[in-house]
């Protein structure tokens, strides 16, 4: 099967999207550090005989084209980085930086976590159709962001799961009425820093 942009379906010029975003990595010093992730079953939160160690700086995904990625990729990546940072360390004003930037910070996480859905090595459980509906600029129908903050740990921990038990909600945006072209749920959590993500279907 010919290799195509997992976005906007084309086979020309494909290039290897970082996972998790260079600046991130610098931010807390992990471009050489190892990490594991681990899946969860979405019906009874056992984990599942599958798991992935490898470098921070060579998790990358080589099914985004390079128009994407430096196009409109790039530009929310821009957009996301100045707040992303003082919410992912908590600062005093995280909440209302939070509320006051909802659908652009619900678009980084959504994008991170589709690009992060395609990289893992286990069944693609988030179908292509919802690339193709968010690089037309709106979060797929159906789909709802969950943030949370958590304040015991200093020090940044990425994971991905095919589902979580984290119920700590602090600000949620729910997007139009259920239209999805999946009969498959899927949940998608990370951990950046003290901020807790959950994509949901």
């Given at each position: 099967?010919?290799?195509?942009?997992?976005?906007?379906?084309?086979?020309?010029?494909?290039?290897?999207?970082?996972?998790?975003?260079?600046?991130?990595?610098?931010?807390?010093?992990?471009?050489?550090?190892?990490?594991?992730?681990?899946?969860?079953?979405?019906?009874?939160?056992?984990?599942?005989?599958?798991?992935?160690?490898?470098?921070?700086?060579?998790?990358?995904?080589?099914?985004?084209?390079?128009?994407?990625?430096?196009?409109?990729?790039s530009e929310?990546?821009?957009?996301?980085?100045?707040?992303?940072?003082?919410?992912?360390?908590?600062?005093?004003?995280?909440?209302?930086?939070?509320?006051?930037?909802?659908?652009?910070?619900?678009?980084?996480?959504?994008?991170?976590?589709?690009?992060?859905?395609?990289?893992?090595?286990?069944?693609?459980?988030?179908?292509?159709?919802?690339?193709?509906?968010?690089m037309m600029?709106?979060?797929?129908?159906?789909?709802?962001?969950?943030?949370?903050?958590?304040?015991?740990?200093?020090?940044?921990?990425?994971?991905?799961?095919?589902?979580?038990?984290?119920?700590?909600?602090?600000?949620?945006?729910?997007?139009?009425?259920?239209?999805?072209?999946?009969?498959?749920?899927?949940?998608?959590?990370?951990?950046?820093?003290?901020?807790?993500?959950?994509?949901?279907?």
């Amino acid at each position: 099967m010919k290799r195509k942009c997992i976005f906007c379906d084309s086979s020309k010029s494909l290039s290897n999207e970082h996972i998790f975003p260079v600046w991130l990595l610098n931010e807390y010093g992990l471009t050489n550090e190892m990490f594991a992730g681990h899946y969860v079953n979405i019906d009874t939160f056992e984990p599942v005989n599958k798991s992935r160690t490898m470098n921070y700086n060579n998790f990358k995904n080589g099914l985004v084209c390079r128009e994407c990625n430096n196009g409109w990729m790039s530009e929310l990546e821009s957009k996301a980085i100045p707040i992303l940072k003082p919410i992912m360390s908590l600062a005093p004003d995280s909440l209302a930086i939070l509320v006051g930037n909802q659908q652009l910070l619900s678009k980084w996480i959504y994008k991170t976590a589709y690009v992060l859905s395609y990289g893992a090595n286990y069944r693609k459980i988030v179908p292509l159709a919802h690339g193709r509906e968010f690089m037309m600029g709106s979060i797929p129908s159906g789909v709802s962001i969950d943030v949370g903050f958590i304040n015991t740990l200093d020090y940044l921990v990425l994971q991905y799961h095919l589902t979580s038990k984290c119920n700590v909600v602090t600000a949620r945006d729910k997007f139009s009425e259920y239209n999805s072209v999946s009969n498959e749920p899927y949940i998608i959590t990370l951990k950046l820093n003290k901020l807790l993500v959950r994509v949901n279907l």
